[in-house]
């Protein structure tokens, strides 16, 4: 881990921190439901495989940098592509069918906010882990709108 970081990096990290544990909440709601479509849950394992060891990775790169802990989820709601409390309570009473629907919907929405959230660090970061964790966001991300899209077309 370079040490190297300014206030770009910090900021980035601050915010994706809290933006990621949502993605990791709408998973955990989703996944509880026994009918959730077979590609819908697929696609939200995917996603909590990436993100929950990327938030460990930006929580340790917080903690080199003192940078004092994330945002938390409260702290950062009004940011782009957060869902709010209603959102989420209305995930969470949906059946599977409607949660499949629901949550790409949602998904979409919130992955597009970590794609904007992720370009000022691309542009302005100096820290090369937190630039390469932007770009790869981005291009995840992107893949995932696209891929999501096309289920929702045929939900």
Same mark, same amino acid.
């Given at each position: 881990?370079?040490?190297?970081?300014?206030?770009?990096?910090?900021?980035?990290?601050?915010?994706?921190?809290?933006?990621?544990?949502? *993605?990791?909440?709408? *998973?955990?709601?989703?996944?509880?439901?026994?009918?959730?479509?077979?590609?819908?849950?697929?696609?939200?394992?995917?996603?909590?495989?990436?993100?929950?060891?990327?938030?460990?990775?930006?929580?340790?790169?917080?903690? *080199?940098?003192?940078?004092?802990?994330?945002?938390?989820?409260?702290?950062?709601?009004?940011?782009?592509?957060?869902?709010?409390?209603?959102?989420?309570?209305?995930?969470?009473?949906?059946?599977?069918?409607?949660?499949?629907?629901?949550?790409?919907?949602?998904?979409?929405?919130?992955?597009?906010?970590?794609?904007?959230?992720?370009?000022?660090?691309?542009?302005?970061?100096?820290?090369?882990?937190?630039?390469?964790? *932007?770009?790869?966001?981005?291009?995840?991300?992107?893949?995932?709108?696209?891929?999501?899209?096309?289920?929702?077309?045929?939900?």
């Amino acid at each position: 881990m370079s040490p190297e970081h300014n206030q770009a990096d910090v900021q980035f990290v601050k915010m994706m921190v809290p933006h990621h544990q949502q *993605a990791l909440r709408m *998973a955990e709601i989703v996944l509880a439901k026994p009918d959730l479509n077979p590609q819908v849950r697929q696609m939200t394992e995917k996603i909590q495989r990436e993100q929950g060891p990327e938030i460990e990775k930006m929580q340790s790169w917080l903690a *080199a940098w003192n940078a004092g802990p994330a945002m938390s989820l409260e702290q950062a709601q009004g940011m782009q592509g957060l869902l709010s409390p209603d959102d989420l309570a209305q995930l969470e009473r949906a059946d599977g069918a409607t949660a499949s629907t629901l949550l790409l919907q949602q998904m979409i929405v919130h992955h597009q906010g970590a794609v904007s959230m992720a370009q000022p660090e691309i542009q302005n970061g100096t820290n090369p882990q937190a630039t390469e964790l *932007a770009q790869s966001i981005v291009q995840s991300q992107q893949q995932q709108i696209q891929q999501m899209q096309t289920m929702l077309d045929r939900l």
